[in-house]
């Protein structure tokens, strides 16, 4: 068995907040640049509470981008969900944060002679070995790193919706276009899914450009913090901004609402990662349009949250 016990422990602790409260989510918003007719606090009465992401599913209370993290999710009754897309080394789309393995499963037991143990240089079939669970806790040994055909297909299994992360795309040449091959073989790419159950969000403008470009469909978000006067080169090939608790204030959240993505509707902020009420209530009074967290029932409970 290989358990961490820091996480162990912290997990064990972060386990007395769950709660049983159901959920639901809203819907993603899908020309460029121009102002929107609508304030944000008129925006804000459209659209209502955040929508709550659960974070690599309920990460504080099992294993981040296992399938066991999206099960529970859909137990706390959260219809959203967030993930890390990456590529081993025969080319196969893995769910998984890091761009090692280390952090989150045994591979220095199982392989330890082949650090720094990088995604990139281990095959599908050597990484579906490894234990992703144990480190977490006990209860979820023999949990395992899923592909992303697994994921989507237990997401399809749970009826959530996706906020599908392409992770590292600077290590992963084409990574774009394959993510959406295999979201179209796995039934993804129906209008249903592009209008009303997914997302594709990247640190890398370029990557998000990209996925635009192939798909101009599909809501797309950028993960950062643009400068005001940069937000309408954004609006031209993304939906959202998505950026990091710390780095925002209302001004510059009403700045993003006020103006328009690439399908005509007012660009929306969804940031990350909030676990605690008291950010989730601060955040909330500055307009964002989504809470991405480990601890979606703690948000939940805090903003009222869909």
Known sequence: MYVRPAAATAAAFLGFTL????????????GPGTASPAGPATRRAEVGEPVVYAHRGAA????????????????????WVENDVQRTKDGELVVIHDDTLARTTDVEQVFPDRKPWRVKDFTAAEIARLDAGSWFGEEYAGAFVPTLRE?????QGNRQKLL???KNP?????IEEQTLKV?????????????QRLVVQSFSADSVRIVHGLRPDLVTAFLGTPTVPDLPKYAEFTDRINPWHTTISADWVAAVHGLRGPHGKAMEVDTWTVDD???????????VDGIITNAPDVVRDAVGGV
């Open 19 to 30: 709660t049983l409260l159901g959920g639901t989510a809203q819907a993603a918003a899908p």
């Open 60 to 79: 504080a209370y099992a294993p981040e981008n296992t399938l066991d993290s999206i099960d529970l999710a859909r137990r706390l009754g959260f219809d």
């Open 151 to 155: 994921y989507l297909d237990r997401v």
């Open 164 to 166: 599908l992360e392409i």
């Open 170 to 174: 600077g290590l992963y040449p084409g």
């Open 183 to 195: 979201l179209g073989e796995a039934g993804w790419l129906d209008e249903r899914h592009v209008s």
């Open 277 to 287: 009420a008291a950010t989730a209530r601060k955040v909330q009074a500055m307009g």
